[in-house]
C-alpha cells in the first residue's frame, strides 16, 4: 500500500483529496468513493463530524480505507472530546496501524442543531498534537506506531517581519504536515508561501493547501458566507455564475489551481474537496496534468 507519508517525502507535489461521510454512510459507501479516487490521489482524509454534521467515526471510516488498501489521514477534533477520549482515540489509532493524523480545533456546530452539543474544547489543537507526539515516542508502549502528525492553517497576506507563530508553535509540538483551510486566491497563496519560505520553516514540515471543486455560484457564494476560513475571489464567483456549464467550469478551476500550485516554490501538495461529487476530483487531477 502506497502511503501519504512516503509520497510527501519522495514526491514533488502530492495530491489528497476526501470522502463524503453522511449518517447513512455505510461500508460500501466509503469503497465506492475510494475506488473512484484510488488512483489520483496519495491519501483520503476522513473527517471528524465536520461542521457539526454527525457522521461514522473518524477512525471507524479509516480502518475500512485501510482495509481496502488506502492509506487514510483520519481527523480527531478537540471540539468533541475531552483529554481522556482524545488519548484514548490516539492509542487505538496506534494499535490499528493508522499513522496520518490530522489534529485540529474542530468548526463550530451551527446554531440550527438541535438539541445543540456541548463543545468540551479540553485541550487545544497544538496541544492535542502534543499529546500525539507524546505517545509517539513512549517507548514503553506495546503498539508500534508512527504517527505523522498534521494540523490546518489559515493562509492570509502577511506583514512584513510576521514570525509564523502558529504554525511555530505546532512544528514545536510535532507536527510533520499542515493543511491550509480552503484558498482559491492564489495571490494570497504566493504571498503566504514567500513569507514560509523566508522563515525556513518549511524545512521542518510539509505545507498542503486546501482547495476546492465549485459545483455552482450558489455553492461559492454559500461558502463565502458561510465558512470564515474559506477565501474564494469574487472574480471566481463572477466566472462561473457567467459559465453555460458550472460543474465543469469549476473543474477546469481547480485544475489551473493544481498547475499554479505545483509551481509555486516551498509547496508540497494541494488537498482537494469536492462539494456535491467525488467523480470531479479525478477529471480535475488529469485534467491538470500535474
Not at 268 to 276: Q, V
Request: some cysteine; glycine content about 6%.
Amino acid at each position: 500500500m502506497k502511503t501519504y507519508n512516503k509520497a510527501l517525502n519522495t514526491k514533488d507535489f502530492t495530491i489528497s483529496s476526501e470522502i463524503f461521510l453522511r449518517p447513512d454512510t455505510d461500508e460500501k459507501a466509503i469503497n465506492v468513493q475510494a475506488d473512484i479516487l484510488r488512483e489520483s490521489v496519495d491519501a483520503i482524509l476522513v473527517t471528524d463530524n465536520q461542521s457539526g454534521q454527525l457522521h461514522m467515526s473518524s477512525l471507524a471510516a479509516g480502518i475500512l480505507l485501510k482495509k481496502v488498501g488506502i492509506d487514510p489521514i483520519v481527523n480527531l477534533s478537540c471540539r468533541n472530546r475531552n483529554r481522556i477520549s482524545l488519548l484514548s482515540d490516539l492509542l487505538g489509532c496506534a494499535a490499528l496501524g493508522i499513522n496520518n493524523l490530522l489534529l485540529t480545533r474542530g468548526d463550530k456546530v451551527p446554531l440550527g442543531i438541535k438539541p445543540r452539543p456541548k463543545a468540551i474544547m479540553d485541550v487545544n489543537a497544538t496541544e492535542l498534537i502534543a499529546l500525539a507526539n507524546k505517545i509517539k515516542r513512549d517507548e514503553e508502549l506495546p503498539s508500534q506506531n508512527d504517527f505523522h502528525l498534521g494540523g490546518v492553517v489559515t493562509p492570509f497576506t502577511p506583514k512584513p517581519g510576521w514570525p509564523a507563530k502558529n504554525l511555530t508553535e505546532k512544528i514545536d509540538a510535532g507536527a510533520t504536515f499542515v493543511i491550509t483551510h480552503t484558498c482559491l486566491d492564489m495571490d494570497v497563496i504566493r504571498s503566504y508561501m514567500e513569507r514560509l519560505v523566508a522563515t525556513k520553516l518549511l524545512h521542518k514540515i510539509h505545507l498542503i493547501v486546501g482547495i476546492a471543486i465549485l459545483k455552482s455560484s450558489e455553492d461559492a457564494r454559500w461558502l463565502r458566507e458561510n465558512r470564515p476560513n474559506v477565501i474564494i475571489p469574487a472574480k471566481l464567483v463572477e466566472r462561473i455564475e457567467k459559465s453555460d456549464d458550472p460543474n465543469k467550469e469549476g473543474i477546469k478551476m481547480c485544475a489551473e489551481h493544481l498547475d499554479t500550485l505545483s509551481e509555486i516554490p516551498g509547496i508540497s501538495g494541494a488537498h482537494i474537496i469536492a462539494s456535491n461529487s467525488v467523480l470531479n476530483i479525478p477529471e480535475a487531477v488529469t485534467l491538470s496534468g500535474v
